[in-house]
């Protein structure tokens, strides 16, 4: 982990919501909500997000990421449109976009981009703390949102799963502690994302997955998030049936295109129907 995440007390959790806080701010100023609903009135329609979950037993969701705190620089020049196209042509149903900029190098523009070079649907992955950014996502074509219970209160998380359906985008609740899961059910939303990985010491914890879908209802669908390292990790984090897709973004990210499509097909044989 970058050493710069290793002083003080404040938690990498709270570190990028913080400078995200100011982020959105300088954008808001920028790019005037106003002026953004003009613009979004104009937008296609967007690809279904939860159909992927509907109709196929699982489903690989593949990441477009070039950093994180914990990992520092996974792949450093990328090409959006290869990437989006390798994903789809191995298998996977849908594609996450990292869009942070200061801690992962994301770009809002790489969700338009890969939808311009593959007919899946594409999740804005960032940490979304202000309903200016679910606007922004709908904006930038993404089709479905990711919105973390642990960086948002229990009646920001139902807003914003409200406001994002209102926009015609799928929402994505993603939960580490029971605490979370409180704030994901009381959303009514119907995808959950269990990410393995702690926000607040980015350690990975595969325990964590057991111990939530005790307490995870049985009308939800489920996805996991964060930890696989090599295929053989899917055997132990994957370990109900109702667990419905792995989002998978490291792993790929530092494969060429052989691999990703080798890695994708044996996880559809032997996860899909």
Same mark, same amino acid.
């Given at each position: ?29 920028? #790019? ?130 409200? *406001? ?51 307490? #995870? ?16 990790? #899917? ?15 490291? #792993? ?8 990703? *499509? ?12």
């Amino acid at each position: 982990m970058d050493q710069k995440f290793r002083r003080g007390k404040m938690s990498i959790l709270k570190k990028i919501i913080k400078a995200k806080k100011a982020e959105v701010k300088l954008k808001k100023e920028k #790019m005037p909500l106003e002026k953004m609903l003009e613009e979004i009135t104009k937008s296609p329609a967007n690809r279904n997000f939860r159909d992927i979950f509907e109709y196929n037993d699982f489903s690989v969701i593949a990441e477009i990421k070039k950093k994180s705190p914990s990992k520092g620089t996974i792949k450093a020049n990328i090409s959006v449109k290869k990437i989006a196209e390798t994903y789809e042509a191995a298998g996977a149903r849908a594609i996450s976009v990292v869009t942070d900029k200061k801690f992962f190098d994301g770009r809002l523009e790489y969700i338009d981009e890969a939808k311009r070079h593959c007919s899946l649907p594409i999740l804005r992955k960032d940490f979304i703390i202000d309903e200016y950014q679910i606007y922004e996502s709908r904006w930038a074509r993404a089709d479905a949102v990711l919105l973390i219970a642990a960086a948002l209160e229990k009646k920001q998380v139902s807003q914003f799963v409200k *406001k994002t359906r209102f926009l015609n985008m799928t929402p994505i609740v993603e939960v580490h502690s029971g605490e979370d899961m409180a704030k994901a059910v009381s959303s009514g939303v119907d995808i959950i994302g269990i990410n393995t990985r702690d926000l607040k010491t980015f350690k990975i914890n595969f325990g964590a997955v057991k111990s939530l879908m005790k307490i #995870m209802p049985r009308d939800k669908f489920v996805i996991i998030e964060s930890g696989v390292q090599q295929v053989s990790d #899917m055997d132990v984090i994957v370990n109900d049936s109702r667990i419905k897709g792995a989002l998978i973004g490291t #792993m790929f990210m530092k494969m060429n295109e052989k691999e990703i *499509k080798e890695s994708i097909s044996r996880i559809n044989s032997k996860f899909g129907s």
